[in-house]
């Protein structure tokens, strides 16, 4: 049953002209310049770092499967802090909230699943990157070949694409009451699922498929990967062991992060939506993992390391010419 106050499918409520009011911060007034200047420099430091893993790498003249695979996730985390910090900043910064379009709302949630889609793929490609790297070493140079790396890449960025169109599709065809103020600092599907004037929890569906589809399934994969990974290292020294899996350790810890906070996201009941606390989890999620990442792999992973220091020696070489 619909709820009261709600527009009807022909009217204003599907007009491309409509506005949202993203509410953003506008509790915390006290706060609002400290979590700006905070939030500024971690957006700053965060596209500094993945720019220069993306440079280091594109630097490289050989660039092994997971070298492409870091510069493609540097792209993915460069494009997809920029889709949301800049908005919410502007939210700390306007003090009644900022208002978006229904095209721009639309467009916001579309990249932002699409991106964060595509890196839930892409990180069960490179988990199966591990797995060949580990299990099957001989061959790991005929099987991850070039021409594969690049079709992994097409496909994570597809597959991730078409998904999100879906649901975007699906909820904003969702009828939306008459306040439309979004108590969030962006158009997440949670916020705009609550927004829908409808008590059914058909409006759902279509965030369950999503959320099969980008994570349970490519988690499934990397489970698989790993799995397999565990088993082959059983045959293995302790000594060789230990090489082998400070390979994964950086690939883990940035898979457990991104699935951790999406999964508690957006697996779960409408019932349970909680404004306050997803927009306090969302801050971590789109601000401060992007930072970790750059980081995590900066410090864990040896190609990445080898490629920032050949980086630095071409740049000093080219001063002292």
Known sequence: MPCEGCMERDNKSTDATMEFLLLGFSELLCLRVLLFLIFLIIHLVTLAGNMMIFMAV?????????????????????????????????????????????????????????????????????SYDRYVAICQPLHYVAVMSEELCLRLAVACCLGGFAVALGLT?????????????INHFFCDVPAMLHLACTQSYTPELPLLAACVLLLVLPLLLILTSYVCIAVALLHVTSTGRGKAFSTCISHLAITFLHYGCATFMYIRPKSSYSPARDKMVSLVYTNITPLLYPLIYSLKNKEIRGAFRKMLRRKKIAQLN
């Open 169 to 181: 599709v699906a909820v904003f065809r969702l009828p939306f009451c008459h306040s439309h103020r």
């Open 58 to 126: 594109v630097m490289e003249p050989s660039r092994p499967p997971m070298l492409f695979f870091l510069c493609q996730l540097s792209i993915i985390e460069l494009c997809y802090t920029l889709v949301i910090v800049p908005k919410a900043l502007l939210s700390l910064i306007v003090v009644d909230g900022s208002t978006i379009s229904f095209i721009g709302c639309a467009t916001q949630m579309y990249f932002f699943v699409a991106l964060g889609g595509a890196e839930c793929f892409l990180l069960a490609a490179m």
